[in-house]
Structure formats: C-alpha cells, structure tokens
C-alpha cells in the first residue's frame, strides 16, 4: 500500500485499475479482512445478548436493532463490517510499526535507553508492573515515546479528507467533494516548532527543567473533527509496551549503533521501518 504504484492507484483508480501490477492486490487484500470481520460479525450475532455487550461488534449490533426502523441509520452491517475492519487495521500496524521504529532508535542511541532504564527504575522499580498512571510522572520517558511517533513519521500525508461545502482558503477555492491530503509531514519536522527537527532528540519534548513539554506541531494522529479515533488507546498501548519491555530488558544491537539505518522500507501512505535483528537482554 506504501508503494509509488499503489499511491497513484489510490489517486486514480478509474484508470489505474485497468493496468497490471501489484497495486491491483490491495482490493483483494483488504476485501480478504472484511471477510474475516464478517465471519466475525455473523458468530457475535449467534450469541449476542442485548443486555450483556461483550465488545464493539455487540454494542454496534444493539444500536442497529435499535434503529432498524429508520432508513437513514448509519448503522447497517456495512459500516460495522468497514468500522471494525478500521480499528483492526489501523490499530494494529500503527502501533507495532511504533514499537519497531522505537526500539531501533533506542538501539541506535543507547544513551537515550540509559535515561529511560534510570527513570523507570526510580519511578516504577523493578516490584511490579507500569501502569497509565506512571506516566505524569516519568516525562523523559513520555518525551522519548512522542519523539518517536514524530521521527518515524508513520502516516506522511494522513488519511484522505473530503471538503463538505465550497471553502476559501488563502484566496483560493476549494470546492465541495475535493479530496484533501494535510501533509502531518510537514508540521511533524518544521523548524520553526523543533529545536532539532531532522535529528531524533527526546529534547524537543523537554523544558530547561527536564519536564515535559507540549507542542501543538505534533499531531501523528492528525486534528480537527476527524482526528484518529484509537487516538488515547495508541498513547496508553505505547507506554505500558515501551515502559513494561524496557522495565525487564535491555535493547542490544547486533552491531555498532552508528552503523545502524534508520531509512525506512517504503515512504508512501505509510512509513515502513527497515528489518532488523536485535538481542533483547534481561536486565
């Protein structure tokens, strides 16, 4: 899907489509997990008990039971299939291509693994698990993780946007049904909001004091109305994975960290982070 072929597909698949190649996979790759979700969706239904909802799929059934009366109800099982297929396919590349990305920058300065390893020991220790509470209170650690959703830049130039009503903006007209594309990558690496913004430097997240700092440039998840929706989860997942991994091991590369690239497979709808080998050694 992050293909230079597949990014021209998506931008003109009424012609691109009747050309050979492997963006005309992607159709049947995705049209492969609505399948699964739907199989899913069947067996949750068999079951469901309208008072007792298990999950997503069961809350989304009850409300179109409750609505199968109006014909204009946006909860029809297309959307649940299409919904559901969102929140797995999004929430789980997103999050692992994260923890990818995040575990070879921290190979790669050890420096940086060193003040996590030292923040989480004074703060959590080594008697129990990290909890989302830990985290107001570690902003090194919260500094390095927002450092790495900047660097890897993971949705270059976000998810398409649609323009409701003919728009001004800047003297131009836009009109209605354009598609949008706001570049995240060019907020994510300004130089007018990042002190190092081509470099990975958990400082651009950090005061003179050491506390954490909040900048209005960093939006991997986007903004406005249509901001990510697995946004809270993204950040609690990311923390209690980082925090609880490195709480126990330590990140080894198999070779020297200044020989270690950082340049990802694919840069197109998505950044794809190189393979790499690493030993993860217990602390």
Not at 126 to 132: K, L
Not at 168 to 176: L, Q, T
Request: charge should be neutral; proline fraction near 7%; glycine fraction near 4%.
């Amino acid at each position: 899907m992050s293909t230079a072929w597949s990014q021209f597909y998506d931008m003109y698949a009424s012609i691109l489509k009747y050309f050979p190649g492997p963006h005309t996979k992607i159709y049947d790759i995705l049209e492969d997990m609505r399948a699964y979700i739907a199989k899913r969706v069947k067996k949750n239904k068999e079951t469901l008990d309208l008072n007792a909802p298990r999950d997503f799929i069961d809350c989304f059934l009850i409300q179109m039971e409750k609505e199968k009366g109006n014909p204009s109800s946006e909860f029809n099982t297309k959307n649940l299939e299409l919904t559901t297929l969102n929140l797995f396919f999004a929430g789980t590349e997103t999050v692992s291509s994260t923890l990818r990305y995040g575990f070879l920058f921290l190979m790669k300065h050890p420096e940086v693994q060193a003040k996590m390893h030292q923040e989480i020991d004074q703060v959590i220790g080594q008697n129990r698990a990290p909890n989302i509470e830990d985290r107001s209170q570690m902003p090194y650690v919260d500094a390095v993780i927002h450092e790495v959703q900047r660097v890897s830049d993971l949705i270059p130039m976000n998810v398409a946007h649609s323009v409701m009503r003919d728009t001004e903006f800047r003297g131009y007209i836009i009109p209605k049904g354009t598609e949008i594309y706001p570049l995240l990558h060019t907020v994510l690496f300004d130089p007018m909001k990042f002190k190092s913004p081509f470099a990975f430097n958990p400082e651009n997240f950090l005061d003179e004091n050491g506390r954490f700092k909040k900048n209005d440039a960093f939006m991997p998840f986007s903004s406005g109305k249509r901001v990510c929706l697995g946004e809270t989860l993204a950040r609690m997942e990311l923390f209690l994975f980082f925090t609880t991994t490195l709480q126990r091991f330590r990140l080894k590369p198999l070779v020297d960290p200044k020989d270690i690239d950082t340049t990802p497979q694919e840069s197109g709808f998505a950044t794809i982070p190189p393979f790499y080998k690493l030993c993860i050694v217990p602390r």
